[in-house]
């Protein structure tokens, strides 16, 4: 199986400053089209996760550019460049590249 | 608007069996693969199973191998998953979700299952 690993494990964020998260796969999710089939998910609060960010860099339909992703072999990051407060909750990292399909531990995203 | 709305879940003692449903709505069901995705208490997430668009491949985590069957019924647009010889540890948030190319694109708003004696 493909373990994710994500760093930090939670962080607390100052409204308007960047964060960001780093993921760490164990083998890369690159599939043989060309794109990584690696995915950057957000779970509020008392609802669904939400998917954000997919193969590797692509912003999800709704998703403010605020929001960004890059891949780089086994090296994942999802930066945010003005933190808002609605940001809040966990976020995922999650490689589909074969199954078992795995998520990282959640990086959890308290706001200052 | 796509819609994933979860239902069958509930108590059930350990070794007891539930069938949950997803029925979707908002998008050509039979062109996607679904997934069943978990959420133990207080826990991260889990990858269960999927299912292609037909309904011919299936793929399960190995804790649930064995035990749970994915199938889908495409005329009636809905999703299911026979989950049989229940464990405490599968007591969990299930949630159905939309493939978008390996992605969890949509997901429903879950379903809670609880094994229990």
């Known amino acids: 199986d493909i373990v994710m690993t994500q760093s930090p494990l939670s962080l607390s964020v100052t409204p308007g400053e960047p964060a960001s998260i780093s993921c760490r796969s164990s083998?890369?999710?690159?599939?043989?089209?060309?794109?990584?089939?690696f995915d950057w998910y957000l779970q509020k609060p008392g609802q669904s996760p939400q998917l954000l960010i997919y193969?590797?860099?692509n912003r999800a339909s709704g998703v403010p550019d605020r929001f960004s992703g890059s891949a780089s072999g086994t090296d994942f990051t999802l930066k945010i460049s003005r933190v808002e407060a609605e940001d809040l909750g966990i976020y995922y990292c999650?490689?589909?590249?074969?199954?078992?399909?795995?998520f990282g531990q959640g990086t959890k995203l308290e706001i200052k | 608007e796509v819609q994933l709305v979860e239902s069958g879940g509930g108590l059930v003692q350990p070794g007891g069996s539930l069938r949950l449903s997803c029925a979707a709505s908002g998008f050509t069901f039979k062109s996607y693969w679904m997934h069943w995705v978990r959420q133990g208490p207080g826990k991260g997430l889990e990858w269960v199973s999927r299912?292609?668009?037909?309904?011919?491949?299936?793929n399960y985590a190995d804790s649930v191998k064995g035990r749970f069957t994915i199938y889908r019924d495409n005329a009636k647009n809905t999703l299911f998953l026979q989950m049989n010889s229940l464990r405490d540890e599968d007591t969990a948030m299930y949630y159905c979700?939309?493939?978008?190319?390996?992605?969890?694109?949509?997901w429903g708003q879950g379903i809670l299952v609880t094994v229990s004696s």
């Open positions: 299912l292609n668009e037909d309904g011919s491949t299936t």
């Open positions: 979700t939309r493939d978008l190319a390996g992605a969890q694109a949509y």
């Open positions: 193969w590797g860099s």
């Open positions: 083998q890369s999710p690159l599939h043989s089209q060309g794109n990584y089939f």
């Open positions: 999650m490689q589909g590249l074969q199954t078992p399909y795995t």
